[in-house]
């Protein structure tokens, strides 16, 4: 697929110190996690469609559900 979006490392690393460290597992890559999720969100797609090169499609929905979804509710 030639229209994925990847997220720059250099864009990537102003928001790194924002991303929670992890405590027993290591996270899998932030960077293509957070380059699934706005891929997601701006082709209106869902978590399940999202291509083989974000996957797990697991990782990008918690990450999404966890901090954004979940800090907006509380």
Do not use: C, N
């Not at 990537?12 to 891929?39: M, N």
């Not at 978590?47 to 999404?64: F, G, I, L, M, V």
Request: glycine residues 2%; proline residues 9%.
């Amino acid at each position: 697929m030639s229209d994925l979006f990847w997220l720059s490392r250099s864009r990537f690393l102003l928001i790194e110190p924002y991303f929670p460290r992890a405590k027993r597992v290591p996270h899998v890559d932030d960077q293509r996690v957070v380059s699934g999720i706005t891929h997601v969100i701006r082709k209106g797609l869902r978590w399940h469609d999202a291509p083989r090169e974000y996957r797990p499609h697991t990782a990008p929905q918690k990450q999404y559900h966890a901090h954004v979804i979940l800090p907006k509710a509380l």
